[in-house]
Nanobody
């Protein structure tokens, strides 16, 4: 099993910045993908950014140019640097881990979520 612990959420003014961190522990392995999703009230959970085991990244159009995802393989962590935050970025942010196998997601694991609120 894999456990994920997120940190770094909070309240920030529009235009501000936050960094979210997610630490993985347990049977993490060497080949795994990680990502950040978010869910606003009344909305479905959506992908914000992902990073593969080869450090290939993908971003939602709404955050391109503002958010940066990175990974630290030594410490088994993933971070999401969020700049120029907007009120529409307000949501609970979830860290995700899985091991890719062809088109399958093995050990698909979610963190507990961290609240990000962008408001003046």
């Amino acid at each position: 099993q894999v456990q994920l612990v997120e940190s770094g959420g909070g309240l920030v003014q529009p235009g501000g910045s936050l960094t979210l961190s997610c630490a993985a522990s347990g049977s993490v392995g060497a080949i795994y993908n990680m990502g950040w999703y978010r869910q606003a009230p009344g909305s479905q959970r959506e992908l914000v950014a992902s990073i593969s085991h080869q450090s290939e990244t993908d971003y939602a159009d709404s955050v391109k140019g503002r958010f940066t995802i990175s990974r630290d393989n030594v410490n088994k962590m993933v971070r999401l640097q969020m700049n120029n935050l907007k009120p529409e970025d307000t949501a609970v942010y979830y860290c995700n881990y899985y091991r890719p196998l062809f088109n399958s997601r093995l050990l698909d694991t979610w963190g507990q979520g961290t609240q990000v609120t962008v408001s003046s």
